[in-house]
């Protein structure tokens, strides 16, 4: 198919990108006004799209030359897109911004909102590092480089804290790269991904309901050998070293037709389910009027691990409530409240360990001792553990972890009497988060069979019993106050002005304790012995300042040029120095 894309006034557009529909097959229009494209058949859609213009889709039918007039779409440059401490017009920005809008986070099913962009965001990689419930540690990139900052609702945050939002609480999201990002200094120097959370709107209330039932399952497995295939490989193995069969031909058909005592074990089947099933549900309510916008949710999430035991877990239960009311003609307050309760629960042996064993331990072993599933087998090839053993929590113990997080924000917003287009705003947050983390590492039994005397005979691991408890307690202030100029002069010439002042306090305290256990009775931490017993804590304090402002100007949205400025002061440094 071939053609020439213009405008409405008869020239050429640049640079118009052509897609065939549903494929990865795509051009874009030559410097000549022309294109060319091959498309698998005459039912193909061409898509064509270009910034500040109307996206068309055209059937192909019997044409082979498709000329293609694009409209002028002013909804698109008039757009608001959020930067950082404040918004600009998608047409006017200078530098590289991506933006992903709420409809388009839920197009996708995944327990974090990582997972739901990876793909969706152009410059933004991400790569999951565990499938591990809960462990939310998505490697998340821009353009290649280190881990960006991410800021929530004007508010600093943690990869984690971002990767745990309900994606049905947020509006949008955007992706500052490059120069777009040096407003936030030295912290983003990787880029920075700003999220902006629901606040309602002036329509009638609207109850929403969103429910997500999710099936996973491991993308590809390799297919282990049978206990005959094996021990054949064990043979031949050594005939091409020279030595003799170590299985005589009997024994090799014994283990082939599965004899009694001959029994092929599958320890990946043993070890884990074909399929886990996680769980999405959101309830929120949305609204308002010409004086008061509000949005409210609550979510909760449930990620089962692929465990048999059943024993790996995440749940997490989230509440956010934002409110805007226009007090008067000029001041408006908002009001923000965020509260997040987790609860992940694994055994005590990490998921590495009990994995290495479901695809390594030989399948000539069995979990139970003679077959009996009140004595689990006594195996280890040197690098891996029973893994029917480690991945039960009563067993060998658990792991359990509490996280407590909750964040309230008030501001203010003042539209200056006597000078048109200034703003005065000012914000208070404060944040807090407990934490809890449990940990029993017990000794336990595994055996080995006497057919002769018909006994079990111990081989005691992880000898003494250990209990684990730590916690710790993180809390953050931060006050920014912020002056927004904004003015056209003479209908052509758009000036802004941002000034912003900023203060950030964090301090944290934590403690942790273990004691042993030559006798374990009870998951208690006053029942176990005092000798060896260990303990530790810390307490730290940080402090920020910052002066924070930007310049810009447009002359009739065609000729931009945009200055942005940013001076720290950090704990870091001598207090003469900072």
């Known amino acids: ?318 509440g956010r409530v934002n409110l805007t009311a226009k007090l008067t003609n000029r001041l408006t307050a908002g009001i923000e409240l965020y509260g997040l309760y987790s609860e992940t629960e694994y055994p005590a042996w990490d998921f590495y360990s009990i994995m290495r064993g479901a695809v390594s331990l030989q399948p000539i072993h069995a979990p139970y001792a003679n077959n009996n599933p009140e004595y689990p087998a006594y195996v280890f090839d040197g690098q891996a553990w029973n893994s029917v053993a480690t991945s039960d929590a009563d067993l060998g113990g658990y792991a359990k972890h509490r996280n407590k997080t909750y964040r309230t924000a008030a501001s203010l917003t003042y539209d200056v009497p006597f000078i048109d287009g200034l703003q005065i705003k000012g914000l208070a947050s404060y944040q807090s988060g407990f934490n809890t983390s449990k940990s029993l590492i017990k000794s336990f039994n595994m055996y080995t069979y006497d057919e002769t005397f018909d006994n079990y005979i111990p081989f005691v691991y992880g000898h003494p019993t250990q209990l684990h408890n730590a916690w710790t307690d993180d809390n953050s202030l931060l006050l920014p106050a912020q002056l927004m100029y904004k003015k056209t002069l003479a209908d052509r010439h758009n000036i802004g002005a941002t000034a912003v002042y900023e203060e950030r306090n964090n301090w944290s305290r934590n403690s942790s304790l273990m004691r042993e256990f030559q006798f374990y009775t009870i998951d208690q931490m006053d029942f176990g012995d005092t000798d060896n017993q260990k303990n530790g804590g810390n307490e730290g304090e940080e402090g920020y300042r910052s002066l924070v402002g930007r310049a810009t100007y447009d002359y009739m949205g065609k000729y931009m040029l945009e200055l942005a400025a940013r001076y720290d002061g950090s704990y870091r440094y001598h207090p003469d120095k900072r």
């Open 1 to 318: 198919i071939t053609g020439c894309i213009k405008d409405k006034s008869d020239e050429p557009l640049p640079g118009v990108n052509i897609v065939a529909k549903g494929t990865s097959l795509g051009v874009i229009r030559d410097a000549d006004g022309r294109y060319s494209i091959h498309v698998p058949d005459r039912n193909a859609i061409l898509v064509f799209s270009y910034i500040g213009y109307t996206t068309q889709e055209i059937i192909i039918g019997n044409r082979s030359l498709l000329d293609v007039i694009l409209d002028e779409s002013n909804y698109e440059l008039e757009e608001l897109v959020v930067v950082g401490y404040g918004t600009q017009k998608k047409g006017n920005l200078t530098s590289a911004i991506s933006t992903i809008k709420n409809e388009d986070i839920l197009t996708t099913t995944h327990t974090s909102i990582g997972g739901r962009l990876q793909g969706k965001v152009s410059g933004l990689q991400i790569r999951q590092n565990s499938g591990t419930p809960g462990s939310f540690d998505a490697t998340i990139n821009i353009r290649g480089f280190g881990g960006a900052l991410y800021v929530i609702d004007g508010i600093q945050s943690t990869a984690k804290e971002f990767q745990q939002l309900n994606p049905d609480d947020i509006e949008n999201i955007s992706v500052l790269k490059d120069g777009s990002a040096a407003i936030y200094g030295l912290n983003a120097g990787n880029g920075v991904i700003l999220v902006t959370t629901k606040r309602g709107n002036t329509e009638k209330a609207r109850f929403k309901y969103s429910g997500t039932v999710s099936f996973s399952s491991p993308t590809e497995m390799p297919q282990m050998m049978n206990a005959y295939q094996w021990l054949q490989m064990r043979n031949d193995a050594a005939v091409n070293m020279g030595n003799a069969p170590i299985y005589t031909k009997e024994e090799l058909e014994n283990w082939r037709i599965g004899a009694p005592g001959y029994q092929s074990t599958d320890w990946y089947d043993e070890t884990m389910k074909k399929s886990a099933v996680s769980n999405q549900h959101t309830l929120s309510a949305e609204g308002g009027s010409e004086k008061v916008n509000y949005y409210a949710s609550f979510g909760y999430m449930s990620d089962p691990g692929l465990l048999k035991s059943n024993d790996m877990n995440y749940e997490q239960y989230s």
